[in-house]
């Protein structure tokens, strides 16, 4: 049990032969949640499409006990429903490939989410997100979801969102940079998007010069699906 912990990273040996727990990875947890946060965004896309009532009735009965749980600060049951909530969406996805990607990522994940947890950090804001995220899925993409995580405020959708004609508006909003997000974009096709993007917020160009390389992602974009 102890060597499989070393090679799962969790523990490490010591010079006199001994284990110790491995020291928390900010990096690590960037890296495992921004991972899953990808995935999880394919099967939720996924999901929409198997959609039923008894889904939905499912799904909502887990939020509602998340946020009871919540208030009733038994944060150990807070955890167990919202690993519901995920293993549900995982289920009505019906996507084994990916779905067995994100279980193998979840010893790693349950780590940092216990300590989460213990020191109450962002719970509110998870049983919110797992709140979004359901009526993402009823509204079936009438409405964007907000999700915070620790690279910023995202909005997700069904389509891929092309936005480079706002470019002059924000920068006389004084933004000083922008992210893009690769999710279910080819890498190839994403660089090409990014050079693009760089070229419009360093020079200027007007409305319709704009509209031109809106057409062009566009273009760029129809090869995606």
């Known amino acids: 049990a102890l060597q499989r912990l070393e090679v799962e990273g969790l523990v490490i040996r010591n010079s006199n032969g001994t284990f110790s727990v491995s ?9 495992l949640f921004i991972m899953r946060s990808k995935l999880e965004g ?3 896309k996924d999901a929409i499409d198997n959609l039923t009532d008894e889904h939905i009735e499912y799904l909502t009965y887990l939020t509602n006990m998340l946020r009871m749980t919540y208030k009733l600060e038994n944060y ?13 969406i995982y289920s009505i996805s019906d996507n084994t490939t990916v779905t067995n990607t ?8 349950t780590r940092y989410r216990h300590l989460s947890h213990k020191y109450l950090i962002d719970v509110k804001n ?17 409405k964007y979801p907000v999700i915070e995580s620790e690279i910023g405020t995202k909005f997700y959708t069904k389509d891929i969102l092309n936005g480079i004609k ?3 508006r924000l920068k006389k909003s004084n933004i000083k940079y922008i992210i893009l997000d690769d999710n279910l974009i080819d890498e190839n096709i994403f660089k090409e998007i990014a050079e ?18 809106e057409n062009k992602i566009k273009k760029l974009l129809s090869n995606t699906n």
């Open 23 to 31: 020291p928390i990875s900010v990096k690590e947890v960037k890296e």
């Open 42 to 44: 394919i099967l939720v």
């Open 76 to 88: 150990s049951d807070t955890e167990d429903f919202g690993s519901k909530f995920h293993t549900a």
């Open 102 to 109: 994100i279980i193998q990522l979840n010893d790693r994940i």
């Open 126 to 142: 998870s049983f919110d997100e797992h709140e979004i995220i359901l009526n993402y899925m009823i509204q079936k993409d009438e």
């Open 166 to 168: 706002y470019i002059n």
């Open 196 to 213: 693009i993007y760089e070229e419009t917020v360093k020079k200027d160009f007007t409305d319709k010069q704009l509209l031109e390389k």
